[in-house]
């Protein structure tokens, strides 16, 4: 009798997806969890108490990552949309597409490590406004790429269909253009976010540790070897993710056609 | 008018998208000349020989060329079995988001479980001495910060291969590759000719270049060599910054011929495959 073993593949795939999760969770309401006990000596809501008492500053890290990435979201996805729209229908659009790749590809750290003189002359360094300015440079090209397929031919017929009709630039916007492009920037404005929520090594060039975002906490928790409140701000950085995830999956996955 | 607009548009794009690039990149080529920095008085081209005489960029380079290869070249042809085993069950409704919720954890997360799991006293080390296998921590096998970056490995591919899983479930489905197995089978294809013949080359052909993406991004990576990487040799982006981070200002001006070498590297790759002619439907 031929075994089918496709079920318990798909289990354990299932299990070691949740694992992480699970883990994460569980070390964050551990302490005192010594080498070589498998489990620890506690378990409750101290680290959470204490974290919601504001005594690491972590809520406050919640709620800056929270304004930064916004902030970026809200300015990548507008200004990737409009500016988008003048590169698509250039008659160069390939070498300016090409353009948009060079920052899109280079490491975000490196590019913020050469671009750190400039911040620092323009009063950018160490500072949410340049943590946010940093990062919309590099979410900035993921938006403009995002929305290279949706200038097309017929959108363009669209657009002079209204203006056939008499319609002028602004009802051409919302009544045609915006209206079309809902989902995509709906979409645009959660991968931006997420680029901006999980961005760490531009943040900490530019931030220069005066700006702690969840993911500058959970470095220095994993420096100070304080593993449990890193579990925690783990949790608080998984957390908006897997929300988006669970009201649509196409916020987290990238675009495909 | 409509003129004017467009090129306010291309304006702010070049504004926006180029100047900062360039401007990084011309800082950094200064730098490494010694034309610009605190300590450096002219151009020179010490830093230049130095950095190459000393091999540190080209071993870094290959270190990280050698991880991010066999990072995604596991996670390609895992995503490529499991599309081929599990396609079926996988588009069922829990599956379908089971399979999203990877995507959700960012680099430094799993940098953190996969040092949590894997260090000399984490939770395999701990399970390990609790059957006996070891009786101290010590006896545990270097699975993080290690020479051979197995734990830089594991990270990357449990990072990047539920991405192509879903990648290719769903060139699988626009591309109908179901009805021309179907097709090819009928006209007499072995099932193992199917898999060769028809998903493979279609599946590898309209993803190559994000293939090639990923690659790229794996050889920039940051976090995850940063919590799990060893003092030398290390992956690029952890030794670029690590010299502009430093003391010695010799070393500095070196860290920044490293940035050039390494931005040069990505924007020809970029070059290559994103100038063609040819329009591809998975390109971004």
Redesign the interface.
Known sequence: MRINWKPFVLSLAVLLILFPFVYLVFLSLASEWRFPDVLPSYIGFKNWVTVFGSETGLLQSFFSSLLISLSVAIFSTTSGFLISKAVFYHPKKRTLTLLAYFPYILAPVVFAACLSFFFLKMGLFGNMTGVVVAQFIIAFPYALLFFSSFWNEKVKSYEDLVATLGGNKWQTYTKVLLPLAKGLLLICFFQTFLISWFEYGLTSIIGIGKVQTLTIKVFLFIKEANYYYGALSCCLLIFPPVVLLYFNKRYVFKKLV | MKIK??N???L??VL???V??A???V??LLYSFGIIGIANDGFTLKFWESVITSGTFFKSFGYSFLIALVAVAISVGGALWITL??RE?LEKRF????????????????G??T???FSK?G?F???S??LGFITE?SQFPDLVNDGLAIGIIFSFITMIM??FV??FL??YK?ERVEELSILAQSLGASANQVTQRVFLPILIKKTWVLIV?YF??LL????VP??LGQESPQM??VL??QE?KQYDLDKISE??VV?VL??LI??I???V???PKKKR??A?
Do not use: C, D, M, W
Not at chain 2, 220 to 223: D, F, K, L, R
């Open positions: 607009k467009t306010i548009g291309i702010l794009f926006v998208g180029v900062p690039f401007a990084a990149f800082y950094a085993k599990f069950q599956l379908s988001f089971i399979i999203y919720l990877p995507l959700a954890i960012p680099g430094i997360v799993t953190f479980f040092f949590q799991l006293g939770f080390a701990r399970i001495h609790k921590a539920p991405f879903l990648l769903n060139v626009n993406l790229i991004f920039g990576a940051y976090e940063l919590i690029l982006s670029i910054i502009i860290g920044y940035a390494y931005t990505v924007s790759a970029a070059i495959l994103f100038l439907a998975y971004n």
